[in-house]
Each structure stands twice: as C-alpha cells, then as structure tokens.
C-alpha cells in the first residue's frame, strides 16, 4: 500500500509512524489537531501533504479524505492514532469531561471510519487501522470515562468490519498496552517509562499490517509489556 493518510501525526504513535511511512518512500498525507505541534515536529522536512483541523467539526472527516485523494489520487489506508486520554475517579469526572472524551476518541473514530468507507468503496479495496490500546480491551481502575471511549471504538470498528467484509474494505484494532508517549507527561500516576512500549515499536507493528497481503487481516493485536499486564 503505497497511498495513506495518517491522523494524530503531531506526536507519539502517529509521528513514529509517519516518520517510518515517509523514510520507506510512501506516499502520505497527514493530519493534526494543531498546526505548530505539526511544525514543531516535522520542522526540517519539506515537501510534506498535510492539513491541520479539529475532527469533531462538521464535515472535518469528510474534508480530510477529500483532500487526501485529491493530493493522492485515492487512499489505499487510513491509519488513526488521533486521541486524549483521561485518568481520572469516576466521581471527579465531569458530565463534560466525559463527553468531551467520548466526542474526541468515539465519535471522531466513526466520523473518520465512514469518511474513509465511502471513498473506499468503489475500489473494494481498503485498510483502516486504529489504537484503542489495551483499554479497549481491559479495565483499570480510575480511567471510566476513558475506558468508555475506547471501548467503545472496539465494538465500532468490528461492526464495520462486519458490515464491510464483502466490500474489500478491512479494519484492524491495536490492543497496546503502556506505550511512552506524551499522554503521561502530566499524569500524577508515573509508571516505569522505560519499560512501555515504544512509539517506534507500535509503528513497526503497524508498517507490518499495512504490508500483509490484500487477502489476509490482522483483525487484532495485542502487545503489552511483561510488567504491567492487563486482560489476560
């Protein structure tokens, strides 16, 4: 697959990925929230394909894989590693705070998943990939709201699997646990970071979906680091 569109490209996941996309010589059109984390981050690359907007908007997905394909030509995988994070007690947690992660992480993740249904579909052909991580998979203590969300994308990701599985278009989910990423830059809970995941190794794991066969899916994986599993 040599057309992709990642989103969450700024930092963690979707920065190591689209760093190792565009080192292989891929085509790739990427997506932040923030246009000065994105420039902070891609600072001495030129030539990039990227836009920047707030996929909860109205009509921002749709916008996205439009631009994409026009810059492109057409979108062969969509790889989703946009997101926040709360931890948090469930009785601290905010009616708006819990919507806001809901909107953010689920409603985002549908909006972007039809988007890239639709201008999939007559090709029957397609990839898209996401992270709910181990959370969509396993509970901890203290994350409801969070948990929730991610929850909530697994079960929206296999429905569209199913829903798509005549269409050519395949969905894969990424159960990683404890990833280094700057999610827990600003949490009181400080986990041994040299022990989780790295940025770089859940893109490697991802450069080997997208390289898979077109008639073989890795609906999902699950990756954790020995110390701290959750959901086995």
Known sequence: MTNLLVTGASSGIGLATARKLLEQGKRVYLHAKSQQKFLQAFKTTEGLLYETSDLTSTGAAEKLLTNAITSLGKIDCVIHCAGIGLIKPALETTDAEFSRILNVNTRATFLLAQAAARAMLPN??????????????????????????????????????????????RFSLLHFGGVDTPFWDHL??????????????????????????PHLVANEIVLQPDSHQLGW
């Open 124 to 169: 029957k052909t397609g990839l898209f990939i996401t992270i709910p991580g181990i959370l969509g998979k396993a509970v901890m203590k203290n994350a409801c709201a969070y948990i929730a969300s991610k929850f909530a994308i697994t079960g929206l990701i296999r429905a569209l699997a199913a829903e798509f599985q005549r269409d050519g278009i």
């Open 188 to 213: 009181a809970l400080k986990p041994q970071r040299e022990k989780m995941i790295s940025p770089n190794i859940a893109a490697e794991w991802i450069l080997k979906i997208i390289d898979l066969p």
